[in-house]
């Protein structure tokens, strides 16, 4: 028992290895995962005092949690047993290939990287690069939302900005979960949107058992009145006009309610730009019948230097005017109520409606429109019919005049238009940019524009 016994010097270090382990697993890390765990409680319950609408337990829940919350589901059981009786495979094979999906989608949301990287980062980008503006239809309506509602912003998708965009004015109301394409998973993008709360899709999966999958993650959070944010379109608008909606994710979200259930609300929000950031490649990419388009790496960096220089060099200018505007929001349990038997079509079609009827009315797209529609016109009569449609839509600032003569200059510079001898026209160069910006003009504006035409004259002499 007291002899001395002799051990290999990396035996020893060996043993010594797995003993710091042992108590760091067992002791150490515990404690500590508790003690921040403790702080970010208290942060988080700090943070949810000033959110209009406080983020809910089920969207801070560990990512292994809600994963096997989701694969023990009963929806996603029966869908199991049916892919594995349709494939000829094992439950179990069945069962891990839900439990994939389940991985592929469920997020990993970090209340400190949202409010503390992600709006600050999405406030210094929105800002950077446009002149933001918000409006409302109806300001009340949307501050009188139920405050035990379930909560779903839906947007226009004109570029990738709108995430940035809404996240960053969104930010005292909540925590914004979306629903991203498969272009965002790649590393480390895909950390990131995963932090943020966002989850991943597949467009155009074919598989039953993937849908039901989802359908179960979109149902809990529905249930669990998490904040969403959706693009009912499916994708970006390669045409600058309102696309029809995808039904996908609103069947999900409707059947994910129940009548003793608390209220889903519907908040239609509206999106327009002076000059959307990718605009050259939807319209190069409207030209072919496959809707997959790629900005290269090369490309994108190349932008963002050149951006860098200019403001270096003092000579960057910001993109003109990003225009926001919240719409009517629609209760769902109201809708049911007056709705006939095609609920989720029906609220889709009100649901576009809505968004078209908020669109604003920003400057560069105006101009391209009423030179499509009206030939070579003088540049101040442009203007001044600009300005009266802009003041017609409820979209008056007080900087007005600055950002119809910055959306002007930028489609000289890009030449879309041109101006001779006080006179602007098309300049035919870039007429697929043209189309795209003149498609953008909403319709209640172009409704309104044979009235406000015989009121605006051009100057005497011009």
């Not at 980008?125 to 139920?146: C, G, P, Q, R, T």
Request: glycine share 6%.
């Amino acid at each position: 028992m007291l002899r001395t016994v002799e051990l290999p010097l990396w035996l020893f270090l060996l043993i010594v290895v797995f003993a710091m382990v042992t108590f760091a697993s067992h002791f150490l890390f515990p404690s500590v995962r508790w003690f921040f765990r403790r702080r970010l409680e208290r942060a988080v319950s700090r943070l949810n005092q000033r959110l209009q609408r406080p983020i809910q337990p089920f969207k801070l829940a560990r990512r292994h949690d809600m994963i096997q919350r989701l694969i023990y589901d009963p929806q996603v059981g029966q869908a199991v047993q049916q892919h594995a009786h349709e494939e000829g495979i094992p439950e179990a094979v069945a069962f891990e290939q839900a439990r994939r999906y389940a991985r592929e989608i469920v997020p990993s949301f970090s209340a400190f990287a949202y409010f503390s990287f992600a709006i600050r980062l999405s406030r210094l980008l929105s800002n950077a690069f446009y002149n933001v503006h918000l409006s409302y239809k109806d300001e009340s309506a949307i501050k009188d939302i139920d405050p035990e509602a379930t909560v779903v912003f839906v947007m226009n998708h004109r570029s990738n900005m709108d995430y940035v965009l809404v996240t960053y004015l969104a930010a005292q109301q909540s925590a914004l979960s979306y629903a991203v394409g498969e272009w965002a998973r790649v590393w480390p993008l895909s950390r990131l949107i995963r932090a943020m709360g966002a989850y991943f899709i597949r467009r155009k999966s074919g598989s039953e058992l993937y849908r039901q999958v989802l359908a179960s993650y979109v149902r809990h959070a529905t249930e669990a009145g998490v904040t969403q944010a959706m693009f009912p379109e499916g994708g970006l608008s390669l045409t600058g006009a309102l696309g029809r909606p995808k039904l996908g994710l609103l069947k999900y979200i409707i059947d994910g309610t129940s009548p003793e259930g608390r209220d889903v609300v519907f908040v239609p929000v509206a999106l327009n730009y002076d000059r959307v950031l990718e605009d050259t490649i939807l319209t190069r990419a409207a030209l072919g019948t496959d809707r997959r388009f790629r900005a290269r790496i090369g490309v994108i960096t190349s932008w963002v230097l050149k951006q860098i220089w200019r403001r270096l060099i003092g000579r960057y200018k910001r993109f003109g005017l990003a225009a926001v505007r919240y719409g009517e929001p629609i209760s769902l349990k109201d809708f049911e109520a007056r709705a006939g038997d095609d609920v989720m079509t029906d609220l889709a079609r009100a649901l576009m409606k809505r968004i078209g009827a908020a669109i604003p009315l920003v400057p560069g797209p105006a101009a391209c429109w009423l030179l499509r529609e009206n030939g070579p016109m003088p540049e101040q009569e442009v203007r001044s019919r600009i300005r009266a449609l802009m003041e017609a839509d409820g979209l008056a600032l007080a900087e007005s005049e600055d950002a119809i003569t910055s959306a002007v200059d930028q489609m000289v510079e890009r030449r879309i238009l041109t101006l001779e001898d006080g006179v602007l026209n098309l300049s035919g160069q870039r007429e697929d940019l043209m189309q795209y910006y003149a498609e953008s003009v909403p319709e209640h504006v172009k409704s309104a524009n044979a009235a406000i035409a015989k009121d605006v004259s051009a100057p005497a002499g011009s």
